[in-house]
């Protein structure tokens, strides 16, 4: 599907990554979105911060690729080399330059932060070179030509790399007149799995069009569908897949592009004008901190809870004693209580509450680890489920705070239907 | 630092890895457990499912290495190439092998699953291969010498290949005769950056003895320092270096190892039979959720606030309506009073309450986007700071909630000295 005239290699630098301290995702990040334009990268190579070694990858592969892009290795610290071999490979010195320091000094200014030597030393870079501007970070980057290969050296730091993609993109669809992205159509699900849609699309749609490349990236807590096509013309038949795809998974699926649970939910509760509380135990607080990281969330969220004990299930949301010493803090009841307790404080229009049992330890023949009680909804209407999401506590929580999420958005969108995992994650 | 006369070399193949729609951490898992012996991996290459493409990077490899791991390219699918490659290269034929084959049907049988043609696949391997066990998958891992290089094919699944593992670390041991691990401290800090460290050590030590490989990974919020050594006889310079370290860096070191700021608290907690209560607007559940994350934290933490809106902050913590008016929710006066409110109404030992900017709408001159007050300490003695943090959001919740949990930790420990980030993020 990619344009094999434009060679692409990139070249990792890291002890940390060589060492296994640190999963490499740049080098996804980076080929993800070089896939927007219908660039593919057909080789990478990893070496540590060696300078003899950096400089004889660099050399080869600058010999075979029309852009080599370089990730890391541009930090402060005596680690960071890049600058160093890209201006020793390309025979030119090493200098300050301008633009950098301008920058440094910005960026410094703006966190009331000193200019250190340490930091100085990122504005040394190869004479000759092209700054490429980093919007968040203190590295720039830079570019220069070896022979016929474009080099852009760009930062380790993921999120500084992200913002720093953009500007690449748009200087390789003008470096190779692809205005035009490539059309790729991201749909956001949750409560499915990877393979469980795969097997789905084949067994319902076994004439899957070859123009749309079908794509999946199972996440933590969404999984999101890619639905990718190289040319204009392809459209109808992507919007057709879109349509079977929507027909086939319907509720499970969230929204498109990077839409989180979190973000749909505050959106439905703004056009409402409502709010939403949240009484959590074993999720401990991640309902909130997954809806507050979304900017403006103080519309639709305006107070959680976070009971972890019993007696703070009793003191801060009224629940009633006796019934967490008859039928224990992981029941229907409990969480019943939780919601409407949280409700009734708040102020608010609806409640998500949920009471489990995140292990490692705390479980029982009855209620084993991964054991949860749910309870959402309005004060008209509280709904509750029992499930059992038996995977590593933090997994854990991270699933069930979707999950909570996830039955605000069908109750908000007046979904009846149950979802797929009401009946795979069935609690005994 | 590690042992340079055994060179190995990694090629993982896959082209989900290539187009980034998989993040390979394969490879970090690969090195770590090679670490162990104190075997370090210093180059690795990563290419899609292309034959030719394969059999050059295998060729060029194997001559340059003593061991070279490759992973993926396994299964039973058409692009599968791993045993054709090496057989090709190895000038040798393809073959059915009754070790894998035998492999095969027990695992198939064990499952109820009928043989079929995919999966006998898998059985066919170069002629004169070693066959590496697979534990839990079907496919077999097989071993073949080219020229003076160890050539190891692991699968891709990231399971198989972590139970797959075990078996090449006891070959590769006694291979070396080295059964004894590298030995290497990490300590956990908060509140410096990578670079400040770095200046900080170069200033300090300017002798740093080689035999003590200094290393550096910054997280947000935690920064990691690292004092690798490949021999026994440099321990008491390894422990002499993490003493002058100590020094240098003091109460900024919250343990060794893995140690997170949270659990350190918790930990602390527990020692005391104490509890924390936390009251929080700008971070909005993440201190309490980085609390609960930590397995058994129910002993240490009961009850969290996240009273988002003004008016919630007076209808659960008690703060006075009339100094959220005159003072705002981002004030002293506020977060002293949400400190308090959340003691009295958890009955816990100690609070921290926090109220600021998180952007990027919000902010105004006078309390510019990431200004926040920070309130923390026990009813005896509560603290308070403002702080400015500008940075984008979702970081700015991550760094705040660690300095909460930081400042609880100084005062459970009875430190009084300021951390470095108070005057570096100090409020105009």
Chains 1, 2 share one sequence.
Request: glycine fraction near 10%; aromatic fraction near 4%.
């Amino acid at each position: 599907m990619s344009d094999s005239d434009f060679k692409v290699q990139l070249l990792l630098t890291g002890n940390e990554i060589m060492s296994g301290d640190t999963v490499d995702s740049n080098s996804a990040m980076i080929a993800q979105r070089l896939g927007e334009l219908a660039i593919g990268v057909y080789r990478k190579v990893t070496v540590g911060d060696d300078v003899e070694l950096l400089k004889k990858e660099l050399t080869a592969m600058a010999t075979d690729a029309d852009l080599l892009i370089m990730n890391g290795g541009l930090g402060p610290t005596v680690d960071d080399l890049t600058a160093e071999i890209l201006a020793a490979v390309a025979g030119v010195e090493i200098e300050e330059h301008p633009t950098a320091v301008a920058h440094l000094e910005a960026w410094c200014g703006k966190r009331n932060l000193e200019l250190n030597a340490a930091n100085r030393k990122q504005a040394m870079l190869p004479a000759g070179c092209t700054i490429v501007d980093n919007p968040i970070g203190s590295a720039v980057g830079f570019e220069l030509t070896l022979g016929n290969c474009r080099v852009i050296c760009t930062p380790g730091v993921p999120s500084e790399l992200a913002a720093m993609l953009d500007g690449i993109l748009d200087s390789l669809a003008q470096q190779l007149q692809r205005p035009v992205e490539r059309n790729i159509l991201r749909l956001q699900t949750f409560g499915l799995g990877e393979s469980t849609a795969q097997q789905m699309i084949s067994d319902a749609l076994p004439q899957w069009p070859d123009e749309v490349d079908l794509g999946f990236r199972a996440g933590a807590p969404q999984m999101e569908i890619k639905l990718s096509i190289d040319s204009a013309s392809a459209l109808p038949t992507q919007q057709r897949c879109r349509e079977q795809i929507d027909a086939l998974f319907g509720d499970h699926i969230i929204g498109e592009g990077d839409t989180l649970l979190a973000q749909r939910v505050l959106e439905l509760l703004q056009q409402r004008g409502q709010t939403l509380t949240t009484a959590e135990s074993c999720t401990g607080g991640l309902i909130a901190s997954m809806l507050t990281r979304i900017p403006g969330s103080s519309q639709g969220f305006h107070a959680g809870f976070v009971t972890y004990a019993n007696d703070i299930k009793h003191a801060l949301l009224g629940v009633d004693e006796e019934v967490l010493e008859q039928q224990g803090a992981v029941s229907e009841e409990v969480v019943l209580q939780m919601a409407r307790g949280a409700m009734q404080r708040s102020n608010a229009d609806y409640a998500v509450a949920v009471s489990g049992v995140a292990g490692p330890d705390g479980g029982s023949a009855e209620k084993p680890v991964g054991t949860v009680w749910l309870a959402w909804g309005s004060r008209d209407k509280l709904r509750t489920r029992c499930l059992c999401w038996p995977v590593e506590r933090s997994l854990f929580q991270t699933m069930i705070a979707a999950a909570a999420l996830d039955m605000i958005r069908r109750t908000l969108l007046g979904i009846d239907e149950e979802p797929r995992y009401f009946s795979q994650r069935r609690a005994r």
